[in-house]
């Protein structure tokens, strides 16, 4: 079993930049790949980016690319999504998800946190 809790998210201006931390527990999480994913009012939950274990593969969503950093750190068990250059349309809920190996869609994810606001002002 792995448990997520996500950190980080808040209120910032467009063009500011957010911090997120996701915090696993368990010994299960050893060998996971991490996601990121968000969900704004009335849409669906969609990618935003992930990383294998071994950091040795990243991906991004095109919506992010250039702007967001994934990152971890395992001797902490933690996963970092690093967001400059917000927009208002960034704003949304953010969840860290875990598998076995790097995905993009969320069914393909087994553990889940409970999310994160994060909100862009214009």
């Known amino acids: 079993q792995v448990q997520l809790v996500e950190s980080g998210g808040g209120l910032v201006q467009a063009g500011g930049s957010l911090r997120l931390s996701c915090a696993a527990s368990g010994r299960a999480f050893s060998g996971y790949a991490m996601g990121w994913f968000r969900q704004a009012p009335g849409k669906e939950r969609e990618f935003v980016a992930t990383?294998?274990?071994?950091?040795?593969?990243?991906a991004y969503s095109n919506s992010v690319k250039g702007r967001f950093t994934i990152s971890r750190d395992n001797a902490k068990n933690t996963v970092y999504l690093q967001m400059n250059s917000l927009k208002p349309e960034d704003t949304a809920v953010y969840y860290c998800?875990?598998?076995?190996?790097?995905?993009?869609?969320?069914?393909?994810?087994?553990?889940w946190g409970q999310g994160t606001q994060v909100t862009v002002s214009s």
């Open positions: 998800a875990a598998h076995s190996v790097p995905g993009t869609t969320p069914r393909e994810y087994d553990y």
């Open positions: 990383i294998s274990w071994s950091k040795g593969f990243i």
